[in-house]
């Protein structure tokens, strides 16, 4: 009934209606004002004291100045009309002042467009600023389950860069920021792989004479991460460390019996290991024995 005192002609539409179908009626049935280029959303918000009226806040999206300059002028006509006297101030997107407890990066930023399930554009706003800080508060309820309301803001706050926002206008002057809300995994442990070497000499075995033989026995050395494959046996004439028989034994034992010596000559013996990797160094020699005739 207002609108129709003064004059105006006008459409109803919910609060709740998908923007573009509100406003294609009215442009189809009413249209826009003769000579206006663009069409405008206006938000009217009722004081005791004041009546405050927001625009363009739905409608255009990143005005030029002359969009700006046309916006503020049918505000303004607009406002006049229903007996308030305008007074225009052009302000941007950006809420301050001190209820404001942090900024967030709102300009040009990539959200979900209307085109298609895929589709994206670049937008700018507090609509845009807002989702950033509120999946900062999700992360840090997602490491803290039980936090409440208090402990997330509070968390948000003290995550904030400080002191990094050049123009505040009265605002506290912290960047929101998420790091630390979630700890970071813990990177995969470094797997070396096992490094295998020739096995280590063995220590010097003991010998027992035996009728025209030597008997041989050792413990078996560091394998350097291979199995022992084998060892070699030498038996020396003492007498001047010739080397006079050389034989091979298995890997599993330790003991060798080396017959076909000459009887009534001194002999003492050495051994070296053997695995995949390579051959150890040979033992230091054995105590010396005679083999019997």
Request: net charge negative.
């Amino acid at each position: 009934p207002l609108m129709v005192i003064v004059g105006l002609v006008a459409m109803v539409a919910g609060v709740e209606m998908y923007y573009p179908d509100a406003m294609r009626p009215a442009l189809e049935v009413i249209g826009a004002e003769e000579g206006r280029r663009h069409v405008s959303g206006i938000y009217m918000l009722v004081f005791p004291q004041q009546t405050l009226f927001f625009a363009d806040c739905t409608v255009n999206i990143d005005p030029d100045d002359e969009t700006l300059a046309e916006i503020a002028s049918a505000t303004a006509r607009f406002v006049w009309r229903l007996g308030i006297e305008p007074r225009v101030a052009l302000l941007s997107f950006s809420n301050f002042g001190s209820c404001v407890d942090l900024f967030a990066p709102g300009s040009s930023i990539t959200s979900a467009g209307i085109g298609s399930d895929t589709d994206a554009r670049a937008m700018s706003g507090t609509s845009m600023a807002a989702p950033h800080v509120a999946g900062i508060a999700a992360l840090q309820l997602a490491s803290a389950p039980a936090a409440g309301p208090a402990t997330v803001h509070a968390a948000v706050n003290d995550l904030a860069t400080v002191g990094v926002v050049a123009d505040t206008a009265g605002s506290p002057n912290r960047l929101a920021h998420s790091r630390a809300a979630v700890s970071e995994p813990a990177p995969p442990p470094v797997v070396s792989e096992p490094v295998t070497t020739a096995p280590e000499a063995p220590a010097a075995p003991s010998a027992t004479a035996g009728k025209k033989a030597v008997s041989l026995v050792w413990t078996a050395p560091a394998d350097g991460g291979s199995a022992i494959t084998g060892y070699t046996v030498r038996v020396h004439r003492a007498s001047d460390g010739a080397v006079v028989k050389v034989v091979s034994v298995g890997g599993t034992t330790t003991k060798a019996n080396v017959g076909g010596l000459t009887g009534n000559v001194a002999y003492h013996g050495t051994v070296q290991a053997t695995n995949a990797v390579g051959s150890s160094g040979w033992s230091a020699a054995s105590n010396t024995v005679t083999a019997r005739r």
